[in-house]
């Protein structure tokens, strides 16, 4: 059993699961199965081998991806921001504030309550 013309490699699950899910499922994998592009060697033989795997049959490089696609639509969006570099306003900001805080302590109502709490037991 193969595919079918109109539904495409979602044949094999027939009539089972309803249109959409099927349509769903049709379009990641058609992405998925689909030829990328090589980050090193920029031609157009990456293929994914297993669950974000992929490895580029031209130029043999083997790297990590998203779940179905070699590019992430966040790690697209960190390589622009590097790429132009919209960071920098943002990055004296992170370093003035240092470390993260440690946890505030609690309210003085509250350590007045648990002092209370302890005394009576």
Same mark, same amino acid.
């Given at each position: 059993?193969?595919?079918?013309?109109?539904?495409?490699?979602?044949?094999?699950?027939?009539?089972?699961?309803? &249109?959409? *899910?099927?349509?769903?499922?049709?379009?990641?994998?058609?992405?998925?199965?689909?030829?990328?592009?090589?980050?090193?060697?920029?031609?157009?033989?990456? +293929?994914? *081998?297993?669950?974000? *795997?992929?490895?580029?049959?031209?130029?043999?490089?083997?790297?990590?991806?998203?779940?179905?696609?070699?590019?992430?639509?966040?790690?697209? *969006?960190?390589?622009?921001?590097?790429?132009? &570099? +919209?960071?920098?306003?943002?990055?004296?900001?992170?370093?003035?504030?240092?470390?993260?805080?440690?946890?505030?302590?609690?309210?003085?109502?509250?350590?007045?309550?648990?002092?209370?709490? +302890? +005394?009576?037991?």
């Amino acid at each position: 059993m193969g595919d079918t013309k109109k539904v495409k490699y979602t044949g094999r699950f027939g009539p089972r699961y309803g &249109k959409s *899910i099927r349509e769903r499922v049709l379009e990641v994998e058609t992405k998925q199965r689909k030829m990328h592009r090589c980050p090193k060697c920029d031609s157009e033989a990456v +293929k994914r *081998i297993s669950t974000g *795997i992929f490895r580029c049959k031209h130029c043999g490089t083997k790297f990590a991806g998203g779940a179905y696609v070699p590019t992430t639509m966040t790690g697209a *969006i960190v390589k622009k921001m590097i790429r132009e &570099k +919209k960071f920098l306003p943002m990055l004296k900001e992170l370093l003035e504030q240092g470390e993260p805080q440690a946890t505030k302590p609690a309210p003085e109502s509250m350590q007045e309550s648990n002092e209370k709490e +302890k +005394k009576e037991s």
